[in-house]
């Protein structure tokens, strides 16, 4: 027996993609409806008919914990920062990295893509 999921009562095998849109709709991301559908219909076209694993471990929240995973723009961005008079405090709130992150990526400056 396959287990219901309490967002959508009586569904068994509950659509992973409506659910994660849902979330983003609820907790007010920005996404219009157009873009919505548009995010559906793509992650459907490449997934579709695939079993897929959700893993328990939170990997996008650990990643940016240790600023793994973002893109090149974000440490372009902060080592640019990092060069100003901005406070670490005000480059950790603005780009949501930690100070270990900033003082590991002042190190070395990025390569810039142009």
Same mark, same amino acid.
């Given at each position: 027996?396959?287990?219901?999921?309490?967002q959508?009562?009586?569904?068994?095998?509950?659509d992973?993609?409506?659910?994660?849109?849902?979330?983003f709709?609820?907790?007010?991301?920005?996404?219009?409806?157009? =873009?919505?559908a548009a @995010?559906e219909?793509?992650?459907?076209?490449?997934?579709?008919?695939?079993?897929?694993?959700?893993?328990?471990?939170?990997?996008?929240?650990?990643s940016? @914990?240790?600023?793994?995973?973002l893109?090149?723009?974000?440490?372009? =961005?902060?080592?640019?920062?990092?060069?100003t008079?901005?406070?670490?405090?005000?480059?950790?709130?603005?780009?949501?990295?930690?100070?270990?992150?900033?003082?590991?990526?002042?190190?070395?400056?990025?390569?810039e893509?142009g």
């Amino acid at each position: 027996m396959m287990a219901v999921d309490p967002q959508f009562p009586g569904e068994e095998d509950a659509d992973i993609v409506i659910a994660m849109i849902r979330e983003f709709l609820d907790l007010g991301l920005g996404i219009t409806s157009e =873009q919505a559908a548009a @995010i559906e219909r793509r992650l459907k076209e490449r997934y579709g008919d695939r079993r897929i694993r959700v893993k328990k471990k939170l990997q996008l929240s650990e990643s940016r @914990i240790n600023g793994v995973g973002l893109p090149d723009s974000v440490r372009v =961005q902060v080592y640019r920062d990092g060069l100003t008079n901005m406070s670490n405090e005000e480059i950790t709130r603005k780009h949501g990295v930690s100070r270990s992150t900033i003082y590991r990526w002042m190190k070395t400056p990025p390569r810039e893509r142009g």
